[in-house]
């Protein structure tokens, strides 16, 4: 069963635009990480996953701020964890295991 697919992505981006999946920015001590929380575009349960990220400045392609400087762009490779048994989930997951993405772009 294919998991990682890119339309999780495009579902989890219009579930961001509807405000239905959001993205915190939470600081700890050691990285800024963030808390992705709402629905998993997949099953549709609520799931809650911190993300410790990396910033990615001046990616290949990525887009240019008005002030033509790279913008900074934040990947999150986020995996269903939504803690309910899926039979069609693989094993040691909690979720129904589907992986997306979530890219923001610093305002
Ligand atoms: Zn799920
Ligand atoms: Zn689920």
Same mark, same amino acid.
């Given at each position: 069963?294919?998991?990682? %697919?890119?339309?999780?992505? =495009?579902? *989890?981006? =219009?579930?961001? !635009? ?6 915190? +920015?939470? /600081? !700890?001590?050691? *990285? +800024? ?33 008005? /002030?033509? %400087?790279?913008?900074? *762009? ?13 039979? =069609?989930?693989?094993?040691?997951? #909690? ?9 923001? #772009? *610093?305002?």
């Amino acid at each position: 069963m294919v998991t990682t %697919d890119y339309r999780w992505t =495009d579902r *989890a981006y =219009d579930l961001l !635009e509807a405000q239905e999946l959001t993205v915190k +920015p939470h /600081n !700890e001590d050691t *990285a +800024p990480c963030f808390v992705v929380s709402g629905r998993c575009p997949r099953c549709d349960h609520h799931l809650v996953d911190r993300q410790v990220t990396v910033a990615l400045t001046g990616m290949a392609g990525a887009s240019r701020g008005s /002030n033509g %400087d790279p913008q900074e *762009a934040v990947v999150l490779d986020v995996t269903c964890g939504c803690g309910t048994a899926h039979q =069609d989930a693989p094993t040691g997951v #909690t979720g129904c295991g589907v992986s997306f993405r979530i890219e923001l #772009t *610093a305002e």
